[in-house]
């Protein structure tokens, strides 16, 4: 690679302007103008590459925080202390005063562990 190609590879941002016009309004704003028209061709690479969201949806805007409650057994007869999922169709769920239980399915209820044997 011969110095005059290297020294093309390595230009300034100011470099690529045209010929700077007369008056600093003109410049500067010939300057955000190729600014923005080199910040749209990045993120088109970027996207074109699949490195970036292309939408919303897919930033996570619209999407749930996993730690948001979701109501799985509204009718369920006791306080629940806390809760976590096991596996695809389980729900793990401690209580304050009738131990722990898991949730199968819609219906599906079963005793784990009974508060009284821990006494």
Same mark, same amino acid.
């Given at each position: 690679m $011969? +110095? $005059?190609? @290297?020294?093309? *590879? %390595? %230009? @300034? #941002? =100011?470099? /690529?302007l045209p010929d700077p016009p007369r008056s600093s309004r003109r410049k500067e704003e010939a300057r955000q103008v190729e600014f923005v028209r080199i910040g749209q061709a990045l993120k088109l690479d970027t996207i074109v590459k699949g490195d970036a969201p292309t939408s919303l949806a897919t930033t996570g805007l619209f999407k749930r925080a996993p730690w948001e409650p979701q109501c799985f057994y509204p009718d369920f007869g006791h306080d629940i202390v806390?809760?976590? =999922?096991?596996?695809d169709t %389980? +729900? /793990? &769920? $401690?209580?304050? *005063? =009738?131990? /722990? #239980?898991? &949730?199968?399915?819609k219906y599906k209820l079963l005793s784990v562990i009974i508060r009284n044997c821990l006494r």
């Open positions: $011969s +110095l $005059s190609q @290297a020294m093309l *590879n %390595r %230009r @300034a #941002f =100011s470099d /690529v806390c809760g976590d =999922s096991w596996a %389980r +729900l /793990v &769920i $401690s209580t304050e *005063n =009738s131990g /722990v #239980f898991v &949730i199968e399915g």
